[in-house]
């Protein structure tokens, strides 16, 4: 494994489960088969580790079933964990053990001002030096621009007007500075015309392909990992230079979840801007 080779975080889901509703996707009364979510995670694992990708686990933990949902850890910018403020306390439950872990891995952690949510790389992602960011559901507005200030990047919120959308990661994905895939419904016209005007390559993704959490993928180099049943979207990437890897995750659709979710990349997302300096802080 080379030093250079990207880093991401996964929670294997030994307990997994849809054991509370706090999205429209999530209905107790179905449940997920949890043998076939351990394959479906198991595979997205082996697919990235097959990429190269220096995977790294942490220990599932008992009652924490959304734990697998990495994503919504926090914020990592350079070797800073900014701790993320769950708008469920559900979910609240979770920070201590991630605290632990990147406490524990050489991260500094910080912790966004109480009284505020945000819900880390599930809602703002890095495209070139702009940290783009989703409100209303989960995120508030003004810890966006709290961490703005905080880490001394531009930032731009955006709204997410449907309650199927709830994080940014579901509608939007950053692909390189510059180029990303959208899918248009989930934000107003004004949030439409940010990402339009600042990310001059966008990529639309169909309410079909949206549905099944296209935008929920994790770029790794110049390939796409993404849930599977996405053709429009893989063609597209195609033609936009992008090779794409589809791995069933509809075990954790269920929860509202996909490809991106289940990861949080450690060393920084191919489109994020500060991966390619020094670190400022
Ligand atoms: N059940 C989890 C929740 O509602 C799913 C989180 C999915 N994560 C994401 N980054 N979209 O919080």
Redesign the pocket.
């Known amino acids: 494994m080379s030093e250079n080779s990207p880093r991401i975080l996964m929670c294997p889901p030994d307990h997994y489960g849809i054991e509370y509703e706090?999205?429209p996707?999530?209905n107790r009364s179905l449940g997920a088969i949890r043998e076939l979510a351990f394959r479906q995670w198991k595979n997205l694992h082996d697919t990235l580790i097959a990429l190269g990708v220096q995977v790294e686990t942490m220990p599932p933990q008992p009652g924490l079933p959304?734990l697998v949902?990495t994503?919504?850890a926090g914020l990592i910018f350079h070797n800073i964990f900014l701790s993320s403020r769950?708008r469920?306390e559900v979910?609240a439950r979770e920070s201590p053990y991630f605290e632990a872990w990147f406490a524990a891995h050489g991260f500094q952690v910080e912790h966004l001002p109480e009284n505020t949510y945000h819900?880390g790389?599930?809602?703002a992602l890095f495209c070139g030096d702009t940290l783009f960011a989703g409100y209303r559901t989960?995120s508030d507005a003004l810890a966006h621009q709290w961490v703005g200030e905080k880490l001394g990047v531009r930032v731009l919120p955006v709204e997410l007007i449907d309650p199927r959308f709830?994080?940014l990661?579901?509608c939007f994905c950053p692909l390189a500075p510059g180029v990303a895939l959208y899918y248009p419904g989930a934000f107003d016209a004004y949030g439409q015309r940010v990402l339009t005007t600042h990310v001059p390559h966008l990529i639309a993704v169909t309410d079909t392909e949206a549905l099944r959490f296209g935008c929920?993928a994790v770029v790794v180099g110049k390939t796409v990992v993404h849930n599977s049943r996405c053709p429009r979207m893989a063609e597209d990437l195609a033609r936009a230079g992008y090779r794409s890897i589809e791995v069933e995750l509809d075990e954790f659709l269920k929860?509202?979840?996909?490809a991106?979710?289940l990861t949080l990349r450690l060393d920084g997302e191919e489109a994020a801007g500060w991966k390619y300096h020094r670190s400022p802080v």
Do not use: P, V
């Open positions: 706090i999205n996707w999530m959304d949902f994503a919504n769950f469920h979910r819900e790389a599930g809602d989960r709830y994080h990661d579901t929920n929860a509202g979840g996909s991106k979710c």
